[in-house]
């Protein structure tokens, strides 16, 4: 036993802190966890879990008028934003309470304050305390990115949309990746004007192209305004409170809330790296090695604020290696291959492995096949809302590469494919199975 506090201090007890904390401290190692705000973190507090709750309260809007195609006599519906809203709020807390009782549960020792590194071995509390330890894990996350433009302050992110009081009649939301996409959804349904804003000329970087393309289509059919290459200039608040944006390119736009979803930074602001020579990478993320190590020896660093993957199941990976690997002799590292995302857009869109353009790179010589159908529901809903699902294969071998997909429920669909992608099955295996019919997920064996 080392002569420090704890052998282990993390600070953040965010998807990878609580997991790094728990795992370790079940290994026999001494753990204490230093959280500012809320234990869970951002995916429980503010982020995944919310986000889709409101998904889900959102679909009803669809779910409510389509059901009369189906027989039900649904009299006119109103939404209760507070009541939603409350009720999801109160999932958070049930969810905040759970993850501190498996802390406790583990005996691990929690700070509810902010910590900052002093040193190699030691830790200031907000409360002035210095806690000492062996080996101190970083896992403080990302924070949302406001633009520096002349009334920024008007606007709110997505740690503020949770709570709002009331549910705005205009929202414009500035940015193009997956949080913008899937706010302009739920607040669509909901019923309010959405204008997205976008200083480029795309939405969601990174997803294939073709599937990109039709949620833009789709988005815009349910009533979505778009407006690319249109960066901020400046948000003017007007005497009835309500705010008016002005942009680039294109008119000013009148809105009740601004939603900024233009990023999120490695969250390293005043945590003090500094005095302990830990070091950031081009971009602000802290620098850490295939097993989280910083450049100090006994500081260690995963999740969000390291930038390698900005997902809830990769910090909770890079958290449990981390424990495995240090605490539990059982050295272990992350893959990152095939990695499966999603985007709660409505509809929802997923994706594995490489993309149609990215396999075109790499491979030179690829084959693709592809479904685009209406899902049976939409068709008696009378609903015009085409699925597409794209295989992207290795042409000389059949691997299948890449899976992409939006239509819906894709998320679900799709995590069962990653595991044949991740399994480096080919077209050929795919063929090899027995549709299962009749489903909306029989296409990826039926593409010819
Ligand atoms: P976090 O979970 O952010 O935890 C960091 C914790 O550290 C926080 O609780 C913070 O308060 C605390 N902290 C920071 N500094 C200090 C300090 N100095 N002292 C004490 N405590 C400190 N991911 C998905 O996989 N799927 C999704 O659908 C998804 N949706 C998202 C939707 C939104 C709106 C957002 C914002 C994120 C979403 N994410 C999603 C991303 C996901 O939430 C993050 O990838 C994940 O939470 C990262 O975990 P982490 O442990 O690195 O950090």
Redesign the pocket.
């Given at each position: 036993m080392s002569d420090y506090d704890f052998d282990l201090f993390v600070?953040?007890?965010?998807?990878?802190?609580?997991r790094a904390s728990r795992v370790s401290a079940s290994y026999g190692a001494r753990v204490a966890v230093?959280?500012?705000?809320?234990?869970?973190?951002?995916?429980?507090?503010?982020?995944?879990v919310p986000?889709?709750l409101l998904v889900y309260g959102a679909h009803f809007a669809e779910d409510l008028h389509d059901a009369r195609r189906f027989g039900w006599n649904v009299p006119k519906c109103d939404f209760d934003w507070p009541r939603l809203r409350d009720n999801v709020l109160g999932e958070v807390d049930r969810l905040n309470g759970l993850y501190t009782e498996t802390l406790d549960k583990n005996k691990v020792t929690i700070f509810h304050?902010?910590?900052?590194i002093e040193g190699p071995h030691e830790v200031r509390l907000a409360s002035g305390k210095i806690v000492t330890a062996d080996k101190i894990l970083i896992?403080?996350?990302?924070w949302?990115v406001v633009p520096e433009i002349e009334g920024a302050e008007h606007g709110i992110t997505?740690?503020e949309?949770f709570h709002l009081e009331t549910l705005p009649r205009r929202v414009l939301i500035a940015g193009g990746g997956?949080?913008a996409n899937?706010f302009a959804g739920i607040f669509r349904e909901f019923g309010s004007q959405v204008t997205v804003v976008n200083r480029s000329d795309m939405i969601l970087r990174g997803y294939d192209e073709q599937i990109r393309d039709r949620l833009l289509q789709i988005s815009m059919a349910k009533g979505i305004i778009f407006r690319f290459n249109a960066p901020f200039q400046k948000i003017e608040k007007l005497e009835d409170g309500s705010l008016r944006a002005h942009l680039d390119g294109c008119d000013p736009i009148d809105c009740d809330v601004v939603l900024f979803a233009t990023g999120?930074r490695p969250?390293v602001a005043?945590?003090g790296l500094e005095t302990a020579g830990v070091e950031l990478d081009g971009k602000g993320a802290i620098k850490v090695d295939e097993n989280s190590r910083t450049s100090v020896e006994n500081i260690y660093a995963?999740?969000?604020?390291t930038d390698r993957i900005?997902?809830?199941?990769?910090?909770i990976r890079e958290?449990q290696a981390f424990a495995d690997t240090v605490f539990g002799n059982k050295p272990s590292v992350v893959d990152y291959n095939c990695v499966p995302?999603?985007v709660?857009s409505h509809p929802p869109i997923a994706a594995v492995g490489m993309t149609e353009a990215e396999a075109r790179n790499k491979l030179g010589s690829v084959k693709v096949y592809s479904s685009d159908f209406r899902a049976m529901k939409n068709v008696l809903a009378g609903r015009n809302e085409r699925s597409l699902y794209k295989l992207v294969c290795d042409a000389e071998t059949g691997k299948v590469v890449g899976i992409h997909m939006i239509g819906p429920d894709a998320p679900e669909i799709l995590q069962a494919a990653a595991i044949a992608v991740k399994a480096g099955l080919s077209k050929a295996d795919f063929d090899a199975t027995v549709a299962l019919h009749p489903s909306m997920s029989e296409e990826l064996v039926l593409m010819r």
């Open positions: 600070i953040g007890a965010g998807s990878g802190g609580v230093a959280e500012e705000y809320r234990v869970g973190g951002t995916c429980v507090i503010r982020g995944c986000k889709k304050e902010r910590a900052t896992a403080t996350g990302a949302p997505s740690n949309v997956y949080i899937e999120r969250n005043g945590l995963v999740g969000d604020v900005q997902l809830t199941p990769i910090a958290g995302s999603a709660f």
